[in-house]
């Protein structure tokens, strides 16, 4: 049998990873380990988590879900692991989700993901996904099929093959978070590595509250999404047209927070074109109190 690691990230959220731990103990097929990467939690994380013997904790700074992950993959790949098995925090999964990854057709070595259904409503994704030609919004958008290609909500129940690893490498610290995900899931694909969803492997999650534009300021994070999508267009175009396209789409991108009719448009135009600009300067140094958008936003509304 295949020995399989599930490697969760937290960060300040003990009770949702209390939760999904205890999801993971009454799986139908159990990993072999877990292991906990804590990201510098202040809030009773870190004393809890030495109270639980049968988990291995890692430890270190706040590198957010970019760094948490490298540090998880990267050490469960060393430890001799065939498959790893990744997840978020505020994940529950099904009892049978990780049995159904393991009995999902056969596709070689690649990536394997749960669907992330959403916690609030059942029947609705936890993620939209929208493609040319198909968008998935609802569970039975993906149930109609046994696998469905090109599609993934990393790192929410992300089942990852060792030669896939060995291949393409751990995710990349530097991107911190949103976006990193997505970077890892392309740099896969071009590899020629299969990125699939299962939709018998069923993960609960909160949805993705950016749907509509992130309040302030919380909106930071949105920061890190456009920075780090010239990393996602040049795995997809090339390093040189990759970087053509991020330009035309981040212009647009910024252009189009000007015209929104909300409350801080003019904070969301100067958060996407300082994002864009420190993206072709390659300064992925940046992290949410060094933000100059963010400090300024924060001056203003003392």
């Not at 692991?81 to 070595?109: H, R, T, V, Y």
């Not at 198909?134 to 093959?161: E, H, P």
């Not at 090339?238 to 929104?260: C, D, M």
């Not at 300067?281 to 060094?290: A, D, H, S």
């Amino acid at each position: 049998m295949k020995r399989i690691a599930a490697v969760v990230v937290t960060y300040n959220r003990l009770n949702d990873l209390k939760i999904c731990l205890a999801s993971l103990h009454t799986q139908t097929r159990r990993a072999d380990a877990i292991y906990v990467v804590n990201n510098g939690s202040t809030d009773g994380t870190d004393e809890w988590l030495k109270t639980q013997p049968e988990l291995i904790v890692l430890t270190q700074a706040n590198l957010g879900g970019a760094g948490g992950f490298a540090t998880g993959i990267e050490r469960t790949f060393q430890d001799g692991f065939d498959d790893i098995w990744c997840m978020d925090d505020d994940c529950i999964a099904a009892p049978d989700a990780l049995e159904n990854l393991l009995l999902s057709p056969n596709i070689g070595p690649a990536i394997k993901n749960c669907v992330s259904i959403s916690v609030k409503d059942h029947e609705e994704l936890a993620f939209y996904v929208d493609r040319p030609n198909q968008s998935y919004r609802k569970v039975t958008d993906m149930t109609q099929f046994d696998l469905v290609y090109g599609v993934a909500s990393l790192f929410n129940g992300t089942l990852i093959s060792a030669e896939v690893i060995r291949t393409i490498g751990i995710p990349d610290k530097k991107l911190f978070i949103w976006g990193d995900e997505v970077e890892y899931m392309t740099r896969a694909q071009k590899m020629g590595f299969p990125v699939v969803t299962v939709p018998t492997s069923v993960f609960y999650h909160p949805p993705s509250f950016d749907r509509n534009g992130i309040p302030w300021p919380g909106a930071w994070k949105q920061y890190y999404a456009v920075r780090n999508q010239r990393r996602i267009f040049q795995n997809m175009y090339g390093s040189k047209y990759g970087i053509v396209v991020f330009l035309q789409w981040s212009i647009r991108a910024t252009l189009q927070q000007a015209k929104e009719k909300r409350q801080n448009r003019l904070y969301n135009f100067l958060l996407y074109g300082e994002a864009a600009f420190d993206s072709l300067l390659n300064n992925f140094r940046k992290r949410p109190e060094t933000i100059f958008t963010v400090r300024l936003y924060r001056y203003m509304h003392k």
